[in-house]
């Protein structure tokens, strides 16, 4: 098992700083918890520029992920900002040839 926290939209990324040095995963909610196929919130691009700093400055061993409204349209921006695990559902589940979709999706995330 790996300790881990996750964070909605609205939770500000600075109320889980004082638990990263016994957690080693935070999942960022790019959208609202509930349902599949929602937009992705591009306010949420904040808390990883402010969590991967965070985690750097400290010399943390915390892997950062993102779940919701995750894309072709933006996941290759989010994994050169320090996102390293990505939940997607709708953007492959969407398609009717999902390899492809997956493949591509895994080489924009390199």
Avoid: W
Wanted: net charge neutral; with cysteine; proline share 6%.
């Amino acid at each position: 098992m790996i300790p881990s926290i996750a964070i909605n939209p609205k939770t500000p990324v600075e109320k889980i700083f004082p638990f990263l040095d016994i957690i080693h995963h935070v999942l960022i909610m790019s959208v609202e918890p509930g349902f599949s196929g929602q937009a992705f919130l591009p306010e949420v691009v904040d808390k990883v520029d402010t969590l991967v700093s965070y985690v750097q400055m400290r010399g943390l061993k915390c892997t950062v992920a993102m779940d919701g409204g995750i894309s072709q349209d933006n996941i290759a921006m989010l994994a050169k900002k320090g996102v390293q695990d990505f939940g997607v559902g709708s953007a492959i589940f969407s398609k009717p040839d999902k390899v492809a979709v997956l493949k591509n999706l895994y080489e924009l995330a390199q």
